[in-house]
């Protein structure tokens, strides 16, 4: 079945570092990719996404592009900031189309002053 | 206005009893979820709806029981509570497949 790898966490940064968050997938087809962040106490929010091969998703200064060769969505952002500190989930929608999120486990980020 | 708004917000119960968990959407979306997220904070679907018709159910115990009125409801039923349900649980919309979720701040749910 499909399924998705993310980097374990938690990762700790200090502001203004670059940051990586990998991201592979394992699924049939084409399926569109999402990265969701998970701020404290609150649902998940979609911050970018990505529906074909090659595609860059971005959103907030955070890049994430689709790579179908090496079936990865790693997230990238130049310049953290405190306010970044979340946990981010990266996640598939099968090409089926039967409207099922996959997610990874989540990476908790949290940025130090 | 809240997107989608998740009544209770924090629910504790004794072991054995049967809660309910309530999701209104004003999006006008025609699919709604039900996901579960452990203490790991892993996320893993449970249920989902397509205007009032359920289209998955991903090997949830009996106990659990979607009902969903209207399209812009999704219920969650849960009967004689065991301590493995403690999670948050999260309601979600979406306007089709493969469109982002839009989910709700999750209803935390404490097994005494």
């Known amino acids: 079945g499909d399924s998705v790898t993310q980097m374990e966490g938690p990762v700790t940064l200090s502001e203004e570092a670059f940051l990586t968050i990998n991201c592979t997938y394992t699924?049939?087809?084409?399926?569109?990719l999402f990265w969701y962040v998970q701020y404290p106490g609150e649902g998940l929010q979609l911050l970018l996404k990505a529906t074909k091969a090659d595609d860059k998703g971005s959103n907030k200064g955070f890049e994430a592009t689709y790579r179908k060769e090496t079936t990865s969505f790693h997230l990238e952002k130049g310049s953290v900031q405190v306010s970044d500190s979340a946990v981010y989930f990266c996640?598939?929608?099968?090409?089926?189309?039967?409207?099922?999120?996959?997610f990874g486990t989540g990476t908790r980020l949290t940025i130090i002053p | 206005d809240t997107a989608v708004s998740q009544t209770p917000k924090y629910l504790v119960t004794q072991m054995g009893n049967d809660k309910s968990i309530k999701c209104e959407q004003n999006?006008?979306?025609?699919?709604m979820y039900w996901y579960k997220q452990d203490s790991k904070k892993f996320l893993k679907i449970m249920f989902s709806?397509?205007?009032?018709?359920?289209?998955i159910n991903e090997t949830v115990p009996n106990r659990f029981s979607p009902k969903s009125p209207d399209k812009a409801h999704l219920n969650l039923h849960i009967n004689s509570l065991e301590l493995g349900d403690s999670a948050v649980y999260f309601c979600?919309?979406?306007?089709?497949?493969?469109?982002?979720?839009?989910f709700g701040d999750g209803t935390r749910l404490s097994i005494l």
């Open positions: 699924a049939t087809g084409y399926p569109s």
């Open positions: 999006l006008g979306h025609d699919t």
């Open positions: 996640a598939l929608s099968a090409a089926d189309g039967n409207e099922k999120l996959t």
């Open positions: 709806y397509n205007n009032k018709e359920l289209i």
């Open positions: 979600a919309t979406a306007s089709g497949p493969n469109q982002p979720q839009h």
